[in-house]
């Protein structure tokens, strides 16, 4: 693991690059904030013409409506949205856990019923993991499904959940049946509840930026019919795992903050000074090792080997550096007012949003837990 | 790596664990040649690894760095595959350095090199030397041999392909990932043994996160290094060394600092074997321009494709 795969980007990809970059230029009307964080635009307008596209789902099974692509056209794809801060937010849980998660895991009447939609950009999925009581320690959870005539009946209560007042469904992890003496791993299960039909009741949650994006949720009595546990009762934990390694490789976890480097660029014109130049560089040969760290693990992917440490290890350099290239350019940054307009801007959103970056997804600390258990040191 | 990559790296692998060791090392810095060593070297033709007629390429002669790098071989390797490349090979060291009036300076064993290079940075011309005289003896703070040899005013001129710097500066980088590796698997072991409060040092969630740093720079070290060697006949090799070497240097620095902290103070003595490793990956990073003068490099190529085309320049090939 201290070496990824010496991978280069496929022709076929390559040559995908350019497509998107094509329908992004025909688009502009849906990149009127540039902010390349994934989780600020939420807009099913766009996500449906990526649908339209194929370029939800890519490398799913053309039976569950994918396109059977590989993991390098998928990352092309994704890094070329985020790098426009175009607005992803709706489909993209649902394109890079939730779909994965039911292709693996769920059931044949499962796949049919929800991968399609996803596919059209038309169905978008939330992670209901964390709790007022669980964060880093997800074994805690106490969110509980009881099986009952007709069902499972959830009662409990789900935070931080993303986009929860706008998705469709949301993946809960709940416990429906005891831990066995000290593992706690056994009796936990996944969920799909339907957000606007089942009777969650969801409350959005300010954010310090001033965004209302993350939610919480409470289960009262909830009833959810038989067939929407993924895949086996009790099979939730070794689920959840897998799904977390999707969760963590990808260039939305050094993407966050690539606008704030685009208006440094500008700000400080083809001229700069000694030291703009060097921020500039600096930045640059940091996001270029890491765009070649992330399609090493694309390709892991695309050989269907276990990603989850090489995951960590991007998600833990990208995520510090989406919180020092803020900075840097703001130390960097000359002192002209109106030369900083544009700049000032993309820094101060996205410095607001940086407390997110290492904690989202896991936090830094478990991440560099998960490495050290790569290298046999637990 | 291909095949006959594979056979150089494991061949090289045994040699320098077999042929390099502390004693070797301390006796390096107080100027003596490892004429052995360097005599294995020679029969195994590892000196003409990446020259025109050897079949091998750079990245054959990038990979043997790196493993070079790994064992601290305190020979002008770089320096001697380079030269043997450009202007033929020969059975003695070449030491390579850079033009400053008339003379070259910064010549690694240019004491005892049959053959010293010197390179003027943005030019594509080199000089010969092939009698050499040297004019002053000097180190870096790895005590690696530095010197000053004197330029003759009808050296030999060679024009090569392109400039040689970057390919220079990719050198350090690779030998520099090689001696990273090496620091942090010594770390691990160290944190694997010793014992403190009844506990390996391993049990420690501190040590743990910082071992898990390391390994981020270092991997992330490596993969800057062999995307700039796989780039190298592009028209962005320049840019992608810029990457490597900038990189590198950072994770050096980070590493290297850390992995001392984990090792307490036996690590700080002479008598280990750590600071071979540590002072090399510190004193390669001023060789062949800094990480903020390939910053600059780099940020000056970019401000002036324009912030409307950083992306892509970003994902450019
Ligand atoms: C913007 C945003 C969006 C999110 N979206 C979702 C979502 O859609 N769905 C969802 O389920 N969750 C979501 N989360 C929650 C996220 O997964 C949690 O914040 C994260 O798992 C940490 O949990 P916590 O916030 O309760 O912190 P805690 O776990 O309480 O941790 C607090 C601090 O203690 C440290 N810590 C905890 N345990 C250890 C340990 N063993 N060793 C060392 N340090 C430790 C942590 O690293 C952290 O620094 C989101 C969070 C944010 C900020």
Redesign the interface.
């Known amino acids: 693991m201290l070496e990824l795969d010496r991978v280069t980007l496929p022709e076929a990809s390559e040559a995908l690059r350019a497509q998107v970059r094509a329908f992004l230029a025909e688009h502009p009307e849906h990149l009127a904030e540039p902010n390349s964080d994934f989780t600020t635009g939420h807009d099913p307008a766009f996500s449906r013409k990526l649908g339209e596209r194929g370029w939800i789902g890519m490398t799913w099974p053309a039976a569950y409506g994918g396109g059977e692509r590989s993991f390098f056209d998928r990352y092309v794809v994704t890094e070329e949205l985020l790098a426009a801060g175009a607005p992803v937010s709706a489909h993209w849980i649902a394109d890079r856990q939730s779909g994965p998660l039911l292709l693996r895991f769920g059931t044949e009447a499962q796949k049919q019923a929800y991968l399609p939609p996803i596919t059209r950009g038309e169905a978008y999925f939330s992670i209901g993991m964390s709790e007022p009581n669980t964060g880093s320690d997800l074994a805690s959870v106490r969110t509980s499904a009881k099986q009952v005539d007709g069902g499972w009946v959830i009662n409990g209560a789900k935070i931080w959940t993303t986009d929860a007042h706008r998705n469709h469904f949301l993946i809960a992890l709940v416990r429906t049946a005891p831990p066995e003496g000290k593992n706690r791993h056994v009796g936990l299960s996944q969920i799909i509840v339907d957000l606007r039909n089942d009777g969650a009741k969801v409350r959005p949650i300010r954010n310090m930026a001033g965004g209302e994006d993350f939610n919480e949720i409470v289960f009262e009595d909830v009833l959810v019919p038989e067939d929407r546990v993924v895949g086996e009762p009790g099979n939730g934990w070794k689920q959840v795992t897998s799904e977390l390694s999707f969760e963590r490789s990808g260039p939305e976890r050094f993407l966050s903050a690539f606008r704030v480097l685009v208006e440094f660029v500008r700000m400080v014109g083809a001229d700069p000074a000694p030291h703009e130049a060097a921020v500039i560089g600096r930045i640059a040969a940091h996001l270029m090792t890491l765009r070649r760290m992330s399609a090493s693990v694309a390709g892991m992917l695309n050989d269907g080997k276990q990603v989850d440490v090489e995951a960590a290890l991007v998600k833990e350099l990208g995520n510090n550096f989406e919180k020092w290239l803020p900075e840097l350019t703001r130390l960097a940054a000359p002192a002209d007012r109106d030369a900083r307009r544009a700049w000032r801007t993309a820094y101060e959103q996205t410095q607001l949003l940086s407390p997110s970056f290492t904690l989202r997804g896991g936090t830094r600390e478990i991440l560099r837990g998960v490495i050290a258990r790569g290298l046999g040191l637990r | 790596?291909n095949e006959q990559t594979n056979i150089i790296v494991d061949t090289a692998t045994r040699m320098f664990a077999d042929g390099v060791d502390k004693a070797l090392l301390d006796a390096a810095e107080t100027g003596v040649f490892p004429v052995a060593l360097w005599q294995s070297v020679l029969a195994t033709g590892f000196h003409s690894v990446g020259s025109p007629d050897s079949g091998t390429g750079l990245g054959e002669l990038y990979a043997f760095l790196d493993v070079a790098g790994a064992s601290a071989v305190p020979l002008p390797l770089a320096d001697t595959l380079f030269a043997n490349a450009w202007a033929g090979t020969i059975d003695g060291v070449s030491g390579i350095g850079e033009v400053a009036g008339e003379t070259i300076v910064d010549v690694p064993w240019g004491r005892v090199a049959e053959r010293v290079i010197g390179v003027v940075p943005g030019s594509a011309e080199i000089v010969v030397v092939d009698a050499v005289t040297v004019l002053a003896e000097g180190a870096n703070m790895a005590g690696e041999p530095r010197d000053t040899v004197a330029l003759p005013a009808d050296a030999r001129r060679i024009s090569l392909a392109r400039d040689p710097l970057p390919l220079l500066a990719l050198a350090r980088a690779a030998q520099s990932i090689g001696a990273l590796?090496t620091v942090?698997q010594s770390a691990?072991g160290y944190?694997?043994e010793r014992e403190q409060f009844g506990r390996t040092l391993?049990?420690f969630?501190a040590?743990?996160?910082s071992?898990?740093?390391q390994?981020?720079?270092?991997?992330?070290a490596?993969?800057?290094v062999?995307?700039a060697v796989?780039s190298l006949e592009t028209d962005r090799a320049e840019h992608?060394v810029?990457?490597a070497k900038?990189?590198v240097g950072?994770a050096a620095s980070l590493v290297c600092e850390a992995a001392h902290q984990v090792f307490g103070a036996i690590g700080y003595t002479h008598e280990h074997r750590l600071h071979h490793f540590t002072r090399r990956a510190w004193a390669w990073r001023e060789e062949y321009g800094n990480?903020?003068f390939?910053?600059?490099?780099?940020?000056?190529h970019?401000?002036?494709t324009?912030?409307?085309n950083?992306?892509s320049?970003?994902?450019g090939?």
Not at chain 2, 294 to 300: N, R, T
């Open positions: 790596m590796r942090l691990l944190a694997g391993s049990n969630q040590i743990q996160h071992l898990a740093v390994a981020a720079e270092v991997a992330a490596r993969r800057a062999w995307a796989d992608e810029a990457v900038a990189r950072e990480e903020t390939w910053q600059q490099q780099l940020g000056l970019i401000a002036r324009g912030a409307d950083v992306w320049f970003v994902t090939r």
